[in-house]
């Protein structure tokens, strides 16, 4: 069997972590596979669309690298993927419905339906269509809704992820497969475009749990074999209490390509909430994802969003590029005042900070004073907890002699080490307040890479300006 999996997004908004990972899910599942992964979007609620919405799934799939083997823009057998260009489709589906006697009209108006709806809560009892079908529905004439008769049954099902899941009859009932306005609704357009696109495994969020029995009863009743469910547990905010949604805590993924986040990290990190391969392994390559994934370890409790986890994987990954991928991944990044300055040097920095570096849009705060004079505030030392013993006096005489052994330096790292060690032990003073001293001058920070190496790649003629800056 070839494996066809499908990522379904409806363009209602930008792409965020909880709906990319069951994309990913689907996507890994193709590829391991050797299947095929389509894309097709789902724009049927049309009141509920956003502008930019279709463009903002697709570049976000480009960005991260999860191409579609059939879908928009590139198309397939199955043309068109965008259901608002497959209303004949679901026409021809739906009358043919009709004619086998499985379909009717809805003959009812807003106001019938919901005198309906409020006689059954006041006789608390539920609300069920199929206890008002028409006796003698009206011909449908495409302006009435149309529903699809199932009749109520017990359904149990195996899940890929959730193992056997059983629901009772009341979740059945006529639903609207047309709506008045010609377009299908979900849950009848994703049940004709999973079978005509024979998809063979349908991956989706856990709110779809209970609609399953419904999709199940259709496939019946259109005579035709459901794919293999699976739902994916939803993402969770840290707390592990509130699911992640687009209105709650879930930022949009392309926004994480803004603030330089790698691909293959956000693929790491999706992929890893929710499922493991059964070992304490936390980085994966995008191919060791590929042929270790499996639904059978997709488990079923909600996985949690952590950002710091995602910040560390972020650096893991980062620290593992060469530093020419780092190079290329950092050009959109650097500060302005770094234009000027060649491609040998920006890598030289590169070097200093790659192990220190979380996400790409550090990169002005991390290393400007690379490429520019650093501010060097007075509470650079006074809220230094070894600078801070120095007097303001003592400071001076420590940057004279400081500024007389770098003059006699030849720059190189060992032969800075060697002599401000030598001058640490003639001032009779500690390496944390000598280094520190320099590192706040040179940098404007008391956070920086290895001074002998900054220095050295900073180069003289600016350590030196830079000391007697102070000196002034
Ligand atoms: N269009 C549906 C949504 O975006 C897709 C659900 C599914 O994967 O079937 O929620």
Not at 357 to 363: D, T, V, Y
């Amino acid at each position: 069997m070839i494996v066809r999996t499908r990522f379904a997004p409806s363009p209602t908004g930008a792409l965020h972590c909880g709906t990319v990972r069951t994309a990913l899910f689907s996507w890994l599942l193709a590829k391991k596979h050797q299947g095929q992964f389509l894309l097709r979007i789902e724009d049927t609620d049309q009141k509920r669309e956003v502008v930019g919405g279709t463009e903002n799934i697709k570049e976000t799939l480009r960005w991260l690298g999860l191409d579609w083997d059939e879908g928009p823009d590139i198309g397939g057998p199955f043309n068109p993927y965008i259901q608002s260009q497959r209303l004949e489709t679901y026409k021809q589906y739906a009358l043919t419905l009709i004619e086998k006697g499985i379909a009717y009209a809805d003959p009812y108006s807003q106001a019938e339906l919901q005198a309906l709806r409020e006689q059954a809560q006041a006789e608390k009892r539920p609300f069920l269509f199929r206890d008002h079908r028409p006796s003698n529905p009206p011909q449908w004439d495409g302006s009435q809704p149309l529903r699809i008769k199932l009749e109520p049954k017990a359904w149990a099902w195996d899940d890929a992820v959730m193992g056997t899941v059983k629901m009772g009859p009341e979740m059945i009932d006529d639903y609207i497969i047309i709506k008045a306005d010609g377009f299908p609704t979900y849950n009848f357009s994703h049940i004709v475009d999973d079978h005509l696109m024979q998809i063979t495994h349908v991956l989706r969020s856990q709110e779809f749990i209970s609609s399953v029995p419904k999709f199940l009863a259709a496939y019946e009743v259109l005579g035709w074999k459901p794919p293999v469910n699976a739902i994916v547990p939803q993402v969770m905010d840290e707390t592990g209490k509130r699911k992640l949604s687009k209105r709650y805590g879930a930022k949009p993924l392309l926004e994480y390509c803004k603030q330089g986040f790698l691909p293959e990290a956000l693929l790491n990190f999706m992929a890893t909430i929710g499922w493991n391969d059964g070992t304490e392994q936390e980085i994966y390559t995008l191919q060791e994802l590929i042929e270790k994934f499996d639904l059978s370890r997709v488990q079923k409790s909600g996985g949690i969003f952590d950002e710091h986890r995602l910040l560390w994987l972020n650096g893991a990954h980062i620290r593992q590029l060469s530093l020419d991928e780092l190079y290329d991944h950092a050009q959109p990044f650097w500060p302005t005042s770094a234009a000027s300055r060649n491609e040998d040097y920006k890598k030289q920095v590169l070097a200093l900070i790659q192990e220190r570096l979380k996400f790409l849009a550090e990169l002005p705060e991390l290393t400007k004073f690379f490429f520019e004079e650093p501010v060097v505030r007075e509470e650079l030392f006074t809220n230094n907890k070894q600078l801070k013993k120095l007097t303001k006096n003592e400071r001076q005489t420590f940057l004279a002699k400081i500024l007389a052994v770098l003059e006699a330096s030849n720059f190189s790292e060992t032969d800075l080490e060697e002599r401000l060690r030598k001058l640490i032990d003639e001032l009779g003073t500690k390496p944390g307040i000598l280094f520190g001293l320099i590192r706040v001058v040179i940098t404007g920070s008391n956070v920086a890479p290895g001074l002998f190496e900054t220095m050295q790649v900073l180069d003289k003629e600016t350590v030196l300006r830079r000391i007697k800056t102070i000196q002034q």
